[in-house]
């Protein structure tokens, strides 16, 4: 048996055989039909190959659910653009082109009449070419792009996968995950947590893996092993069930820790009520604008916010307002022109650019709040200053949303947290990007890793600063600053008893994580944690501070932790 090594990032066993995400379609040569063909069969090819795909598309948005099945509708809606089938069967009939060239071409004529008439956009751009290769693969009998379906359970290689491939994994099938890309705030690495799957990123030689071989994946420590023994793999297909979660957190002595769950729209929403919840810390919102050419609609939205808001009835729901650009272009909001997107127009700064595009979802949350018993609070991402978060904070209160708080993702954000909760009611600590942008590290970049996670003391210290920043500001307002994790960071059931030594009163994570979460923190005093804290605080680096608090919390092997 042999072994890769990459970033754990997921937890779990699993072994199976390997599927790898099928090359990109190579573009067709450009080549005439011969003499003898006929064209006008040739162009009512394309005619069947747009139909088999665009139902292929339906088909598969019908069995999936909430962004995926959006996703796959709208993929649909774009295969089945007249104006493609139009164009395309023009030049085989006009040119003489073999059917997958005229279907490329078609598209590329396309993609430059949009952009002639209103400029570039990112996602209407990526969808049309996805649509392009879907058509080209039936045509040429080639591998469709996107997530494989094998027909049977499978450990899914890739080189990096894409938020919109990543919204199409289906976990029933995917035993594993296995990229050779990505780092440990990656979207990749989020997406398999919340969905349970075993996963393992930068990982090194992982493009020697190949089709048919079987490997077991283990998402805890990191590996990957190559022909493993008979008895390794019945160890891991016994299934390790999810450690149970109580719903209700709380320390050893008896201190309420809010546990809560990070959702993108109602599937994963079921998930975390499921498993018991509290409510939900994080509701990325910007999974409903995403790989889509327009804005979705203020009924749309409404709609898509309240099927979350119904299913925690009477309990806490933290929605955040869209968190575009950088890892997350929108074609309507981002430009794709930018040399550092995660500097550069993302987040709040995306809104106050677009201040129409946050008073319609602000709208929308309105209307879902109304309609709805849940508690709703709403937060902007990537705020830097105290002046953006009075000026998220007054549109909110004219929307009639008054918990209205703020991420702490920028460092300078966690250093001004006094000033910044003066007028925001919370705060909920975003540590992927806190991280990001305190180590200057991209989150995407698995050959960062060891930079890249919260255990680095110049991370704990920002968190610390944030809680400290929020208990001035709670004196000054004679009223509680609340300040949550809302990072992957809390969902690590290690590092959330020192979080809650640092001052945190509420995590938020993948609904898969409360389980092991809620029985470190049963087991552990506040006391305890305010010494774990310090012990992590003092550290010199990640690995000391980790390893420090490991050998101070015993019950970390007792839980099998
Ligand atoms: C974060 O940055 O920690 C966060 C929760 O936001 P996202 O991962 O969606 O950027
Ligand atoms: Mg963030």
Redesign the pocket.
């Known amino acids: 048996m042999t072994s890769l090594r990459g970033v754990p990032v997921s937890p779990g066993r699993a072994a199976g055989v390997v599927v790898t995400m099928p090359p990109p379609v190579p573009e067709p040569p450009l080549a005439r039909l011969p003499e003898s063909a006929d064209a006008e069969e040739a162009a009512h090819r394309i005619t069947q190959a747009v139909r088999t795909v665009t139902a292929d598309l339906l088909e598969r948005a019908d069995r999936a659910a909430g962004t995926a099945a959006d996703l796959l509708t709208a993929t649909a809606a774009r295969c089945a653009d007249p104006a493609l089938a139009r164009c395309a069967t023009a030049l085989v009939r006009e040119r003489g082109e073999t059917p997958e060239r005229a279907v490329w071409e078609a598209t590329q004529a396309l993609i430059d009449q949009w952009e002639a008439a209103d400029g570039h956009h990112l996602d209407r751009t990526r969808d049309a070419r996805h649509v392009r290769d879907r058509i080209v693969a039936e045509l040429t009998g080639g591998r469709p792009p996107g997530i494989p379906e094998p027909g049977h359970p499978f450990v899914l290689v890739a080189h990096d996968l894409a938020p919109a491939d990543t919204a199409t994994l289906d976990p029933a099938q995917t035993l594993a995950l296995v990229t050779e890309s990505g780092g440990p705030?990656s979207h990749t690495a989020?997406v398999a947590r919340a969905l349970g799957i075993p996963a393992v990123v930068a990982v090194d030689g992982a493009d020697r893996l190949t089709d048919g071989e079987t490997v077991l994946v283990d998402g805890s420590a990191g590996t990957v092993h190559r022909r493993p023994s008979a008895e390794a793999v019945a160890v891991a297909t016994v299934t390790h069930p999810f450690r149970e979660f109580s719903g209700h957190g709380r320390t050893a002595d008896g201190a309420h820790v809010e546990l809560l769950a990070?959702v993108a729209d109602l599937a994963s929403a079921k998930a975390a009520v499921a498993v018991g919840a509290e409510g939900v810390g994080?509701f990325?919102t910007e999974f409903l604008f995403l790989g889509r050419a327009e804005e979705p609609s203020l009924a749309e939205q409404t709609r898509a916010y309240r099927s979350v808001l119904d299913a925690f009835g009477g309990r806490k729901v933290v929605v955040r307002t869209l968190?575009a650009g950088a890892d997350r272009p929108l074609p309507y909001l981002s430009d794709g022109g930018e040399p550092n997107p995660a500097l550069g127009v993302r987040g709040l700064r995306a809104a106050a650019a677009h201040p129409d595009l946050l008073e319609r979802q602000l709208a929308a949350i309105a209307a879902a709040a109304a309609a709805t018993d849940a508690q709703v609070w709403v937060m902007a991402?990537m705020v830097a200053t105290a002046d953006e978060a009075d000026w998220f904070v007054a549109h909110c209160t004219a929307h009639g949303l008054d918990r209205a708080g703020v991420?702490i993702?920028v460092p300078a954000a966690a250093l001004a947290a006094r000033w910044i909760l003066d007028r925001a009611t919370f705060a909920s600590?975003?540590?992927?990007?806190?991280t990001q942008y305190t180590m200057a590290a991209d989150r995407d970049l698995g050959s960062l890793a060891t930079l890249s996670t919260p255990w680095q003391p110049a991370v704990l210290r920002l968190v610390a600063a944030t809680c400290e920043g929020a208990r001035d500001a709670s004196s000054a307002a004679s009223g509680p600053r609340p300040v949550g994790v809302?990072?992957?960071a809390a969902g690590d059931p290690v590092l959330a008893p020192v979080l809650v030594g640092l001052g945190v009163t509420s995590l938020s994570m993948a609904p898969a994580a409360l389980g092991d979460v809620g029985a470190v923190l049963a087991t552990t005093t506040t006391e305890r944690c305010r010494e774990l804290a310090h012990l992590a605080l003092g550290a010199r680096d990640a690995a000391t501070a980790r390893g420090a608090v490991r050998a101070a919390l015993p019950v970390l092997d007792r839980l099998g932790l």
């Open positions: 705030t989020i990070n994080l990325r968190d991402p991420m993702e600590l975003g540590t992927n990007d806190l809302c990072g992957e």
